[in-house]
């Protein structure tokens, strides 16, 4: 199993950007994916959760400026980012499980100028 996180650059304050995250060898419909981050010299944090049953879930300090959705034919799950502040500034990562083990992308960079 492999995830690939992409999308990710540099853009000025109020800008957007949209993260994709696909998979291979393994199925995101029926499985819950998350979109991490972790800025310099903090912890990482969840940021956004949509559930095997579609459910989403936001951190407070995103929530109605970021959207995470799947869809499931091209197996990929997208982070939609918009008025996008510096404290954005992180390397995102998504993250599921299956079938016992714990699944990584690994990272895509997000800059936000101010």
């Known amino acids: 199993v492999q995830l690939q996180a992409s999308g990710g650059g540099l853009v000025q304050a109020g800008g957007s950007l949209r993260l994709s995250c696909a998979a291979s060898?393994?199925?995101?419909?029926?499985?819950?994916v998350d979109w991490y981050r972790q800025a310099p010299g903090k912890q990482r944090e969840l940021v956004a959760t949509?559930?095997?049953?579609?459910?989403?879930g936001y951190v407070d300090s995103v929530k109605g400026r970021f959207t995470i959705s799947r869809d499931n034919a091209k197996n990929t799950v997208y982070l939609a980012m918009n008025s996008l502040k510096p404290e954005d500034t992180a390397v995102y990562y998504c993250?599921?499980?299956?079938?016992?083990?714990?699944?990584w992308g690994k990272g895509t960079l997000v800059t936000v100028s101010s």
């Open positions: 993250r599921t499980t299956y079938a016992g083990g714990d699944y």
């Open positions: 060898r393994m199925l995101f419909s029926g499985r819950t």
């Open positions: 949509i559930t095997s049953g579609g459910s989403l």
